[in-house]
């Protein structure tokens, strides 16, 4: 099966590498201009592609070990990636899948707050609780990015939650949501082209504390700037966070 495993890995790295070009679009054009709109679907659907390739490499690969007598026990550090990649999958679906809800639905939170949404987040939040546990139980050698990550999952079901049962603030809220998920869905990118894109292409091979660097590095750069982004817009709209307009 290394045909398979070939074609999965081109598909995935070929349409990471696209998705990851249109991303940087929509973040420097005009927002709701048509390089926004066309260049927000190319990422979006180079998204799907990565993602269910990434999910499906994952399936394959627990039963792959399994077959071959790997156990969870014996070979951790095998499973443990496995785990990271079908979280970070599975997270960074439900963001981008909120993100386009909320922009198809605007101002109706209602709209989005059906039994399927509210389960995702719900999903979303027991994955990160999972990854803690299984941290914490194997310790694995990537047991600190597991942890440093595991607070994602969290807040994007939280954060769903919240807007689909709470009465928004805004009438722009909509706007934040969809700001905060598709920005979500690029740190996921950037993460794995910092991770394995980038040492395939300049051949390096970071160790010691430094190699955590690239996993959490997009985090930290992509977190604060959608505060800062949602901010420039709250004063844009004359608006305060908390308070209804």
């Not at 990854?131 to 600190?144: E, G, H, K, S």
């Not at 934040?176 to 980038?198: K, N």
């Not at 300049?202 to 930290?220: K, M, Q, R, S, T």
């Not at 982004?229 to 709250?234: G, K, S, V």
């Amino acid at each position: 099966m290394a045909w398979f495993e070939s074609s999965l890995r081109y598909l995935h790295v070929i349409f990471g590498f696209a998705g990851l070009a249109a991303f940087w679009v929509p973040v420097l054009t005009r927002k709701g201009g048509p390089n926004h709109v066309r260049f927000g679907t190319i990422f979006v659907r180079c998204a799907w592609v990565v993602l269910a390739s990434a999910m499906i490499s994952v399936v394959y690969h627990v039963i792959k070990f399994a077959l071959e007598g790997y156990t969870l026990e014996t070979h951790p550090a095998l499973y443990a990636f496995l785990v990271f990649l079908g979280y970070l999958a599975l997270v960074t679906w439900i963001n981008i899948r909120h993100a386009i809800g909320v922009l198809r639905s605007k101002g109706d939170p209602a709209a989005v707050a059906t039994p399927l949404n509210i389960a995702l987040a719900r999903t979303a939040i027991a994955a990160s609780v999972l990854l803690i546990a299984f941290a914490l139980w194997l310790r694995p050698p990537n047991m600190v990015i597991l942890l440093a990550l595991s607070p994602v999952g969290l807040g994007t079901g939280r954060g769903i939650l919240a807007y689909c049962q709470k009465p928004p603030v805004s009438r722009h809220q909509w706007l934040y949501e969809h700001l905060g998920g598709m920005i979500g869905a690029g740190i996921a990118f950037h993460t794995a082209f910092a991770v394995f894109g980038s040492r395939e292409m300049f051949g390096y091979n970071l160790e010691g504390w430094i190699a955590v660097v690239p996993w959490i590095l997009p985090a930290a750069i992509g977190i604060p700037a959608t505060v800062i982004w949602t901010r420039f817009y709250r004063r844009r709209f004359g608006e305060t966070a908390g308070q209804p307009t």
